[in-house]
């Protein structure tokens, strides 16, 4: 049977997904670092990637030269090496408003031993549920 091109899209996308993907609770935070200076809350993680949504005044998204992670509760991951995936923006239910909402997709580069250790602890604390959705 040929496979069908929405087909391999798929298998394309779970051959990505090769660790579990958690929702995050709301008191989690990606910030990117100077010169984009943009705080957002985490929407999940893995260990290997995450999704946040962020503030855009003017609808444009930027590199920054660092990106840091923390909860309310004093976890924090400083300066992750990473790459975006993608970044669009969401939909907005006010089509009139000078600020929109984007979604960042990001996957890790190399994490040092401690980067894995306090991302473990990050989604143990704040990780509320496996999540299926293909985000990606």
Not at 65 to 70: A, K, R, T, V, Y
Not at 91 to 110: A, D, K, L, V
Request: with cysteine; aromatic share 10%; glycine share 6%.
């Amino acid at each position: 049977m040929m496979e069908t091109n929405m087909d391999a899209k798929e298998s394309i996308k779970q051959d990505r997904r090769k660790e579990k993907r958690y929702l995050m609770r709301g008191d989690t935070f990606a910030f990117l670092r100077p010169p984009v200076n943009k705080i957002g809350q985490l929407i999940d993680i893995s260990m290997t990637g995450l999704a946040f949504s962020y503030f855009s005044t003017n609808g444009a998204s930027y590199e920054s030269n660092g990106l840091d992670l923390l909860g309310d509760e004093g976890i924090y991951l400083e300066d992750i090496p990473y790459r975006t995936v993608s970044d669009f923006i969401l939909p907005n239910e006010q089509p009139f408003s000078q600020i929109t909402m984007r979604r960042r997709c990001i996957e890790f580069g190399e994490l040092t031993d401690e980067h894995i250790d306090n991302l473990r602890a990050l989604i143990v604390k704040y990780g509320l549920k496996e999540t299926k959705e293909l985000t990606n």
